[in-house]
Structure formats: C-alpha cells, structure tokens
C-alpha cells in the first residue's frame, strides 16, 4: 500500500506525449536542447545580474528570482520527462508522483506571482518615476517577493493536500508526461467533490490576482505613455515594458488556453500538448526576451565578455 491515506496504488504509469516509438528519439533531443537551453540561458543570466552591480535595481531582483524559479520549474519534471522518451514503461512512484506535484504547483504558482511584481514594477517606474526608488525599495522588493513564495506555497499546500486525501485504486496510468492535477483526479476511485471545490477556490485566486494586477498596471502604464509628448519617449516607455508583456503573453496566454478549454472527450491529449509551451518553452523563452530586448543585459554581457578577454 502506498504512504497516504489508504492509496492501493504504489505507482503510476506517466503515458507521456506520444506512444509512437518513431517519435520517441526525436522527442528525446528536442527536449534535451530545450531543457539545455533553458539551464544555460537562466543561469548566465542569474550570474550576469549578480556579477554587475549597474543591474542591481528592482527589475533585475525580479528577473533574478524568475531565472532562478525556472530554472527548478523545468528541472521538476524535464529531467524525468528525458528518461521516459527512452524508457519502454514511464513508471514514477506514488511518492515521486506527489513530491513532483508539489514542486510544480509551488514553482508555477510562484511564477505567477514574480511577473505580476514585475508588472507593478513598470507601474512605479513609468507612472510615479520620481518616487520609484522610495517605493520600489529593497524592503518593498524584498517582501513582494516573500508574498510572492508564500501565496505559492500557501496554494501548492492546498493542492497537495487534497490530492493526498484521495485514493487510487486500479486504474493508474495518468495520460501526461507529468503529475497534474486534472489527470490525478480522473484515476481517484474516491469523490473528487472537495479537491474540485478547493482547486476552483484557489486556482481562480491565484489566476484572477495576478490576472488584475497585471491588467490594471498596464492600464495605468498606457493612459501614462499616451500622455507622453515625445515620440522618443513615448517608444521608450514602451521598450521598458516590451520584454515583460511577451513574457506575460506567452506564460498566462498557454496556461490559459490548456485549462480554460472545455473538458470532453480527448481533451486530455490537447492539454498535455499545449502544456509544453508554459512548462518547456516559457522558462527557455525567459531569459532570451530578457537578454536580446534589453539593452541594460546587452550592455552587461558585452562588458563581462570583454574582461574575459586576455
């Protein structure tokens, strides 16, 4: 019997993306070249930022701790995911399956909350520049951060509580190449009443929150660069902001359309497929927005390379 509250299922089959053994090497090294990327792009930038202390400013504190958030949020589930393309049965334990639901609720919950910090950010910056470095002081920094690590685990405890509470009986094959929380409560041979009233409780909170904040920031930030008289600094405005929007766009954009598209018949299989862009290619898209639209990195990393130099 597995650990957790009278569970007969001591481990999971991960179905994972394809059952297609053609598919499986190619898979391997596209996910592998992904998730190097990824590493190396977050790092490089965890290291530019800490090494050069002209990005020792809010935006960068945030940008920081986004690097290093997706740098374990790809780490939580890629790795096993690699092994799977080669394995002939993706097996995971039932204490793996929970640990792993646990970080990637915590990691992708704290994701949320980074980018809507970042976002109230370029509010302070653009719409209340003279007092920014009173506002957005280290202290204020500091705590939006711990806020931002506590509503995470505040939600991920919730999750995992719930599924914990739960029992798995015969069926144990999750169609995912992770341990979700849509594909965990279709295998539970016990009600699913309370995880289903606690999820929508606290995935709208953690959705709607930084959904408004975000949406309201920016409104504040648009009605402030029409205002703007010069063209000059209207387009800068909007260059400081630029990098944030995409990232926004491509984490919210995904995550939405996987658990936002109405539940029938095969819409695992969409879901799973569409989670690639905000689990894969959002942490690895991260750092390359960051760094090829900035200037202030492009700056940095010229200025790092050039004292590598000999």
């Known amino acids: 019997m597995a650990p957790g509250n009278g569970s007969f299922v001591t ?42 202390s002209r990005l020792h400013t809010p935006m960068y504190f945030f940008l920081f701790n986004l690097s290093i958030i997706d740098i374990c949020y790809s780490s939580v589930f890629t790795p096993k995911m690699l092994i799977n393309f080669l ?50 002081s280290p202290k204020v920094c500091s705590s939006l951060m711990l806020a931002s690590y506590f509503m995470a685990l505040s939600g991920d405890m919730a999750f995992t509580l719930c599924m914990l509470r739960l029992s798995f009986c015969d069926a144990n094959t999750i169609n995912h190449y992770l341990c979700d929380i849509v ?15 606690v999820n929508f409780v606290v995935a709208g909170m953690n959705i709607i929150v930084p959904t408004v ?18 063209t000059g600094g209207r387009a800068k405005a909007f260059s400081t902001c630029s990098s944030h929007i995409i ?52 700056l940095a990393m010229r200025k790092s390379l050039g004292r590598m130099k000999f």
């Open 11 to 52: 481990e999971f089959i991960l179905k994972g993306l394809t059952d297609r053994p053609d598919l499986q090497l190619m898979l391997f090294l596209l996910f592998l070249v992904m998730y190097v990327v990824c590493m190396s792009g977050n790092l490089s930038l965890i290291i530019l930022i800490g090494l050069n």
């Open 87 to 136: 394995s002939e049965k993706n097996l995971i334990s039932y204490t793996g399956c929970m640990t792993q639901l646990f970080f990637f609720c915590f990691f992708g919950i704290s994701e949320c909350y980074v980018l809507t910090s970042m976002a109230y950010d370029r509010y302070v910056a653009i719409c209340n520049p003279l007092t920014y470095n009173v506002v957005m």
């Open 183 to 197: 594909p965990l409560l279709q295998l539970s041979c016990t009600s699913t009443y309370v995880n289903n009233l």
């Open 213 to 230: 904040t975000i949406f309201v920031s920016y409104g504040y930030i648009l009605s402030s660069i029409l205002h703007i008289s010069s």
């Open 247 to 298: 990232a926004v766009s491509l984490f919210f954009g995904s995550a939405a359309f996987v658990y936002l598209i109405p539940s029938s018949e095969g819409s695992m299989d969409r879901r799973k497929i569409s989670s690639v862009f905000y689990t894969n290619v959002v942490p690895m898209m991260n750092p390359l927005i960051y760094s090829l639209r900035n200037k202030d990195v492009k």
